[in-house]
Nanobody
Framework: QVQLVESGGGLVQAGGSLRLSCAASGRIFSSYGMGWFRQAPGKEREFAAAIDWSGYSTHYADSVKGRSTISRDNGRSTAYMQMNSLKPEDTAVYYC?????????????????WGQGTQVTVSS
């Protein structure tokens, strides 16, 4: 079983930055693909970014591409998402997810473990 705990969310003005962290339990974090998803009020959860086990392969949704960077530190069993130039439409609960496969996954059903989420609110 893998437990994921997100942190780093908060309230930020448009144009600002946040760095989300996802701390994972378990010794096999380094073999898992990791992803970030988000759910805005009244909307379905959507894919944001994903990274493979090594950190060399990443994938981004068009909505965050160019403004966000996903990364991981396998020694710390932690994944990150740096978000810059934030917009009000980025307001959402951001979820970290882990998959037992090592590659990049871009759909919810490819992931096996989920965190509780962290709220990001961007004011205009």
């Amino acid at each position: 079983q893998v437990q994921l705990v997100e942190s780093g969310g908060g309230l930020v003005q448009a144009g600002g930055s946040l760095r989300l962290s996802c701390a994972a339990s378990g010794r096999i974090f380094s073999s898992y693909g990791m992803g970030w998803f988000r759910q805005a009020p009244g909307k379905e959860r959507e894919f944001a970014a994903a990274i493979d086990w090594s950190g060399y392969s990443t994938h981004y949704a068009d909505s965050v591409k160019g403004r966000s960077t996903i990364s991981r530190d396998n020694g710390r069993s932690t994944a990150y998402m740096q978000m810059n130039s934030l917009k009000p439409e980025d307001t959402a609960v951001y979820y970290c997810a882990a998959r037992r496969r090592s590659g990049v996954g871009i759909t919810e059903n490819e992931y096996d473990y989920w965190g509780q989420g962290t709220q990001v609110t961007v004011s205009s």
